[in-house]
């Protein structure tokens, strides 16, 4: 009976659903002014990098909540542009693009234009992930961004730990990763951004056991493994993209910044 | 043996092989913007044609060999924006 008991204790505390991982719903962990000064920050970092578009990743969850490997729970792209003022003048400011998954249905996913405050209002530990483009990789992601190829690139089945050289699946990260081979490669047939990736990508490899891969989408339907092979569970994080950006010269840096919460 | 089995029927599967070159990013020549419906989606893509011009045209002018570069930095405003994004998932 107590081994009965450990095992659900275990499953549960293992594959518990989380909010925020990447979806519309705030946290709140933070205030509002914290996350609105927050935001802020981090397109004021942005801005003095001269950064049109970026690649940033936050988390809904602690990071012991995370498996190795993993710091974000979810990443999205900041786009520079006009904002509306107060007094309705115009000034200059960032929009974020998700990818989150259904509330009603997360195993299906949609594409959303937010905002930084709306992204830092789903952040739970004050620190994000910020890849920066090479000013020629900004334009072609702006490129895509601002076509149809965006939508063509979205796979509304979605899966947490969905396989970036696999196109059953697609999540917030494989996505942002699929936009970034559409740039570089200059198409949107996902078939054959595919193919490239499972030659030049290396993904992040989760190791599951065999328990965790048979039970985790019995209490959390956004997992789905039947993408994945047998052995490590690829996905696509902040450190792989970033890692593959920057050795292929499709990324100026990547940094994590901290929020100054201090006022 | 196995793992080539296995490469070459996710080649086969997906129906070729992958790209000789390897990913790069020198700037596409500038597309006709497309036409589109969809208002969340115009909208969208309204804002990021502007990011797109801007950064096109910071692109074009280091490449002039402008006297003057302007600035990498860019001006931000301090408005906190909170307005309403359209909702596509209405029915949640």
Known sequence: ?263 | MRILLISTFTLALYGGTADGQQPAAQPAAERAEPSGTDSGAEQRRGHARAAQRMARARHNSARSNAPAPAPAGLPVSETVVNQPAPDPDPDR
């Open chain 1, 1 to 263: 009976m107590r081994l009965l008991i450990a095992c659900c204790l275990f499953i549960v505390t293992a594959v518990t659903p989380a909010r925020a991982d990447s979806d519309a719903r705030p946290v709140d962990h933070f205030t509002l002014q914290q996350a609105a000064d927050y935001s802020k920050q981090v397109e004021r970092e942005l801005a003095e990098r001269g950064a049109y578009i970026a690649l940033v990743f936050r988390s809904g969850r602690n990071r012991n909540d995370l498996p190795d490997g993993v710091r974000y729970t979810h990443g999205a792209f900041w786009i520079y542009g006009p904002v509306t003022e107060a007094d309705g003048s115009q000034g200059h400011g960032y929009a974020v693009y998700n990818l989150y998954h259904g509330q009603t249905d997360p195993t299906t996913s949609y594409l959303a234009q937010d905002w930084p405050l709306d992204f830092m209002r789903g952040d739970a530990i004050g620190e994000v992930g910020v890849i920066i483009p090479s000013e020629e990789m900004q334009i072609r992601l702006l490129d895509v961004v601002a076509s149809d190829q965006y939508d063509a690139l979205h796979q509304a089945d979605y899966s947490l730990l969905s396989n970036p050289a696999d196109l059953r699946y697609q999540n917030c990260t494989e996505f942002l990763l699929d936009v970034v081979a559409a740039g570089a490669w200059l198409t949107d047939d996902r078939a054959r951004i595919k193919i490239n990736l499972d030659a030049y990508f290396p993904p992040t490899q989760l190791r599951l056991g065999w328990w965790e891969r048979l039970t985790a989408g019995w209490f959390d339907p956004r997992i789905r493994l039947d993408d994945q092979g047998n052995g490590p569970v690829n996905i696509a994080s902040f450190s792989s993209i970033s890692d593959f950006m920057l050795t292929f010269d499709l990324a100026d840096e990547s940094f994590e910044i901290q929020a100054d919460h201090s006022d």
